[in-house]
């Protein structure tokens, strides 16, 4: 039953997600469009809900609880993003908005994006470690709580590698590739005058024809 509510909230959300951004950008509806996109938080409420109800009714506790919380949580810390990401997109295709910037690839600027989202699973651990403790607590002594500590274990196991991961972008920062400063070097000049950028980065052609 759990696991079916998981499978059913994450269909839900996609759903409520490309509904929103239709009506937003294509039926030109932005208030339908938000009411829609601001349904995606009951689909986590539902999924609580139904959780607490297996509990009550007796229930043993199992990795399946832990999934539901762990989905919440992960849904918390990091559903916003991809729902920004995804309007983002959607604005630039069918609202006539500007592309949405890249995230940075190189050096200390992509150490502190990476940095960014690894709080977001920060929040999305301690989403689902409030609401795994809050199971431990419901059920007490009357079942086996031993899987839903298991859990909260392994959701900052994963945190923990997580920020690990994070920190090597800090410790040995990805380094941009040789000719890239030149290519936005250009891209600047052309952006400010086209005409002159063969002056400018490339010398100009013609200079060495006058020579002849």
Same mark, same amino acid.
């Not at 409520?16 to 601001?38: D, F, I, S």
């Not at 009714?57 to 559903?79: C, D, F, K, M």
């Not at 920004?84 to 592309?99: E, I, Q, T, V, Y």
């Given at each position: 039953?759990?696991v079916t509510?998981i499978?059913v909230c %994450? ?5 409520l997600?490309a ?6 950008? /294509? ?7 938000a009411?829609?996109?601001?349904? %995606?938080?009951? /689909? ?8 607490a109800?297996?509990?009550?009714n007796?229930?043993? &506790?199992?990795?399946r609880?832990?999934?539901?919380a #762990?989905? #919440?949580?992960? $849904?918390?810390?990091h559903?916003?993003?991809t ?7 959607a604005?630039h295709r069918?609202? @006539?908005?500007? &592309? &949405?910037?890249?995230p940075p690839?190189?050096g ?5 994006h %990476?940095g960014?989202i690894? /709080?977001g $699973?920060?929040v999305?651990g301690?989403?689902?470690s409030?609401?795994l ?6 059920v007490?002594?009357? @079942? *086996?709580v031993s899987k839903?500590e298991?859990s909260?274990a392994?959701?900052?196991r994963?945190v923990?590698?997580?920020g690990?991961?994070v920190?090597?972008y $800090?410790?040995?920062?990805k380094?941009?590739p040789?000719g890239?400063?030149g290519?936005k070097?250009r ?5 400010r005058d086209p %005409?002159h950028?063969p *002056?400018?980065?490339? @010398?100009h052609?013609?200079?060495?024809e006058k020579?002849?």
């Amino acid at each position: 039953m759990i696991v079916t509510m998981i499978v059913v909230c %994450e269909v839900g959300f996609w759903v409520l997600l490309a509904a929103g951004l239709t009506a937003r950008y /294509l039926l030109r509806m932005p208030r339908l469009g938000a009411a829609l996109l601001l349904c %995606e938080p009951l /689909l986590e409420v539902l999924l609580l809900v139904v959780s607490a109800i297996d509990l009550k009714n007796g229930a043993e &506790p199992s990795w399946r609880h832990g999934l539901a919380a #762990i989905y #919440i949580g992960y $849904t918390v810390g990091h559903g916003h993003r991809t729902v920004k990401w995804l309007d983002g997109h959607a604005a630039h295709r069918f609202g @006539g908005a500007p &592309p &949405p910037p890249k995230p940075p690839r190189y050096g200390m600027a992509r150490a502190r994006h %990476e940095g960014q989202i690894w /709080l977001g $699973t920060v929040v999305a651990g301690s989403v689902a470690s409030a609401l795994l403790l809050a199971a431990v607590w419901y059920v007490g002594d009357a @079942g *086996d709580v031993s899987k839903l500590e298991a859990s909260i274990a392994g959701v900052w196991r994963a945190v923990g590698i997580h920020g690990l991961i994070v920190l090597s972008y $800090t410790v040995w920062p990805k380094r941009e590739p040789e000719g890239a400063t030149g290519e936005k070097e250009r891209s600047a000049v052309a952006a400010r005058d086209p %005409e002159h950028v063969p *002056d400018l980065l490339v @010398g100009h052609p013609g200079q060495d024809e006058k020579k002849v």
